[in-house]
């Protein structure tokens, strides 16, 4: 089971980071030194990530930003998921919660 970064993927989100792309420190946000904090218990919800992202992020580069991680996530054998809770009609209730798990 994957449940940290090797020091190649900490280097790849620095670097992204480093050239102004938001989407690595959703990464981070769920990452202890190189450690995965992974499952349901450590989900953030969008809002508590756009917030910790900077206080300058809408919610829709946050959502982006999650999106793009999301997509590292799984080439790296991550999986960045994102929930949101359904109500009548299938209609999402509440905000969209944000988890990582591996497979």
């Known amino acids: ?3 940290h970064l090797s020091p190649r993927e900490i280097e790849e989100l620095g670097s ?5 792309a938001e989407w690595p420190g959703v990464v981070l ?4 030194g190189t450690l995965l904090r992974l499952g349901w218990d450590r989900a953030l919800s969008q809002g ?3 917030a ?3 206080p300058a992020t809408l919610a829709a580069a946050a ?3 999650c999106a793009e991680a999301a997509r590292w996530c799984a080439v790296h054998g991550l999986h960045l998921m994102s929930y949101a809770g359904g109500g009548p009609g299938e209609d999402p209730v509440g905000e969209t ?3 990582m798990a591996v497979g």
């Open 1 to 3: 089971m994957i449940d």
């Open 16 to 20: 992204a980071a480093a050239g102004g």
């Open 29 to 32: 946000l769920f990452v202890d």
């Open 48 to 50: 508590e990530i756009a």
């Open 52 to 54: 910790r992202l900077g």
């Open 63 to 65: 959502r982006a930003a």
């Open 97 to 99: 919660l944000w988890f």
